[in-house]
């Protein structure tokens, strides 16, 4: 199932949770000697290419890994800044992978609250009274699929294209929340909820009774059919850590 990543948004605009199961496929490694043929520039706490495409390599591309080890923002994962390793003529040959650089945190909240002002937009557009706003947005690399419940809360699913049933899978998402976030005495409504990701990562070993994988990069036209092992991975996105031993 090609779902590349969930948010929920409270009535204010506010995001409630987030969760990514895409990993970019426009990544470029390459090794490099002395003196760096790229012109690099931090930008946002980030290491960016600047200046010098080749090879897959864009101006845009951020440094996600040296000699395969994940970097930290600006910093290596030894803790020293990517530009000064890159700058000393000791540390070359040296591999450096890049890619689209990942968004952090806070450009979470802002995506969020963008799409929460650009649904009320769209709903004030539109000519017909009562408008149910955004519901989908497509462009060539996935679709944007929206729906809101009548308290105001949104639950927005990002997918290929070409994936079918991700109504279903919105509706489900939306149960889950209901049954195991709003029953839990201990949460304040509408706040932030910290899911346990480790749990959607196991859910690669359980199945969808369509056969694919939650976090694979296959596609299937087949209408979505949720599972019961599928229903008990969900869960992980809305339960406290042990305030509900429901799994």
Known sequence: MAIFSVYVVNKAGGLIYQWDSYSPRAEAEKTFS??????????????????????????GHAVLAINGMDVNGKYTADGKEVLEYLGNSANYPVSIRFGRPRLTSNEKLMLASMFHSLFAIGSQLSPEQGSSGIEMLETDTFKLHC????????????????????????????????????????????????GLANILENGRTLSLEMGTDPGSNAVSSAPLYISQSYVLLCTGLFMEEASLAML
């Open 34 to 59: 002395y003196p760096l043929d790229l012109l690099l520039k931090l930008h946002d706490e980030r290491v960016l290419v600047a200046f010098g495409q080749r090879d897959g390599i864009r101006v």
């Open 147 to 194: 729906f809101q419940t009548l308290t105001g809360i949104k639950f927005v699913v990002l997918a290929d294209p070409r994936q079918a049933g991700i109504d279903s899978l919105l509706r489900k998402i939306y149960e889950i929340y209901s049954d195991f976030a709003l029953k839990n005495p201990f949460y304040s409504l509408e706040m932030p909820i910290s």
